[in-house]
């Protein structure tokens, strides 16, 4: 027992950081792995509409994005809902042309599960996201998936 | 001496870069992972073969949505907060009432033979209608379906829809499957 209190007593250790390191790494190669970097900014405001029965969408390669609503800078583009493909506007012309460009970029195994996720602005009307539907269908593009943020439940 | 003089090098500052590093991730990391409610388009129709199926009226659950993001369902203007419980009576049907959707005997695995109800729900909507209520209304269709393959599922294997294996959630799915048809827009009034 004695030998403890004497230790004790004579004088207060640092205590050693040359772990800090070591778990700062751990923490900095968690978020490298997990980190996706934005790949594309959106030229439209988008707020999603909430839902409640969301599910997650598995493979972020297969899932190339359509953004529709109205345009950042008003007083560029208008305030009329636009359609954003990959960087820049687009018209529903332009749609089927831009899905076999998505299309070609998956691995031939893919390509049947490629996913299409309508980003919309939850006030656009529905015209233009049916037109969008409607070319999507056309260019074979079948598998779809309106974005939504997830809510527990709809406030009343 | 010459060997004392090598010494070790600082890892001090170690710890620093490593922060930096962390924070810079830290920052630009988004976890948001791309979520919501998937569906599948029909396949396109070539212009010479046009026809409609013919579907039974009693087996069709009509849900229209005008451009004042009103809700006109078989016929009845109704509330958004009725929807899920009027679409649940009719694709399950228990009473087996003659209004709502006819059944099939199929062989399901795990069931056994199992009356099937042949529903279809179609969704229309005006140009003129509101995403934003479109999805509302398509959340609670699917809620429907959900709330119906976790009561079976429960009923059945005591367990969420969701917690089952595979084959199960394929049996369940088979006795529930879900068809939303979502039609071409028309202006159905306002």
Redesign the interface.
Known sequence: MAKFSRKGKNKLQAIS??S??DI??M??FF??V?????DQSSLVKIKL?R???????EN?SL?SHIRIGTPQQTSLYGSDPRIQLNDAFATVEGISEWVSAEREKLSEVDKTKM?V??K????????I??DV??A???A???????????ILA?E? | MARRELGEIN??S??DI??L??IF??V????D????????????VPPEQQEDKEIKERNIFTVLVN?DDRLLVEGRVMNL?NLTQEAKMFISNPQNAGNLPEKEVQEIPFFGQYPVSKQVISLR????????M???V??EL??AY?ELRDELAIQKFGKKYEELEEAKKDAVKDIYPMRIS?A??KNVGG
């Open positions: 950081t040359a800090l390191p700062v790494f923490l900095l978020f490298m997990t980190t996706v970097m934005k509409p839902a409640t029965e969301v599910k997650k969408l972020r899932v996913t996720s309508l919309v602005d939850q006030d656009t009307e529905m015209g996201v049916s539907k409607q999507l269908r056309k074979s593009a079948l598998k779809i998936n309106y974005s939504t943020t997830k709809y009343n | 890892a001090g170690m710890a490593a922060f590093l962390l991730f830290l630009t990391t988004t976890m992972t791309d979520s919501g409610i998937s569906r599948t388009l029909p396949p396109p451009r907060d909507n005006d140009r003129g209608t509101s995403y934003g479109y999805i509302k398509q959340n699917t809620r959900n979502e071409e827009p």
